[in-house]
């Protein structure tokens, strides 16, 4: 009697587990054979939606930083002329007011920063380029080469970087100098 009753206890008990299963036969029967669920679809559906939503967002980012560097490459620009042109009036006014006067460094000087000028132009050029480049892959599509065109970009702009902070400190360093020497030496 007792072995009946554990039987049956046992019995009851694995069926209870199974019937407590989350896993419908359909479902089951759909793992067996490598078919998807419902469940998977969605999934899919979210993370495609999700993925849309983010390169939205990435070329959106890229459309206003696009934007930012066209506005600043003319503010760096005017700057650099004006300082340009400051430095050749002085130049100018030197020579006509004090003839005999040595303005071989202040000149090589304004050579160089003219070359800086013309090299911070090109080289701001090639990084809007880029920019405008990766606007033209798809963001979902064409991963890699979005990703290596972003790559590119980012070491344009380290470029670019670099080209003003050579301009700034040679201005501070070579040019500058130079100016209050000759303000020293007219008074």
């Known amino acids: 009697m007792r072995k009946i009753i554990l039987a049956s206890t046992l019995s009851a008990l694995v069926l209870s587990t199974f019937a407590a299963l989350p896993i419908s036969p359909m479902q089951a029967a759909a793992a067996g054979t490598g ?99 990766t606007k033209t892959l798809s963001c979902g599509e064409s991963e890699g080469a979005y990703l290596a065109k972003l790559g590119e970009v980012k070491a344009q702009n380290l470029k670019v970087r670099q080209v003003i902070l050579d301009t700034r400190n040679f201005v501070q360093s070579d040019l500058r100098p130079t100016i209050q020497q000759i303000r020293e030496d007219l008074k």
Do not use: W
């Not at 998977?40 to 979210?46: A, S």
């Open 35 to 133: 078919e998807r669920t419902g469940l998977t679809n969605v999934t899919r559906e979210q993370v495609q939606a999700r993925m849309e939503a983010r390169c939205n967002l990435i070329e959106s980012r890229i459309q206003l930083i696009t934007n930012r560097y066209e506005a600043n490459k003319q503010r760096h620009i005017d700057r650099y002329q004006k300082l340009k042109a400051n430095v050749t009036s002085l130049v100018s006014r030197l020579e006509a007011n004090k003839p005999g006067y040595d303005l071989g460094e202040l000149k090589s000087d304004l050579t160089e920063l003219d070359e800086l000028i013309k090299k911070f132009g090109g080289e701001y050029n090639t990084l809007v380029g880029l920019l405008n480049q």
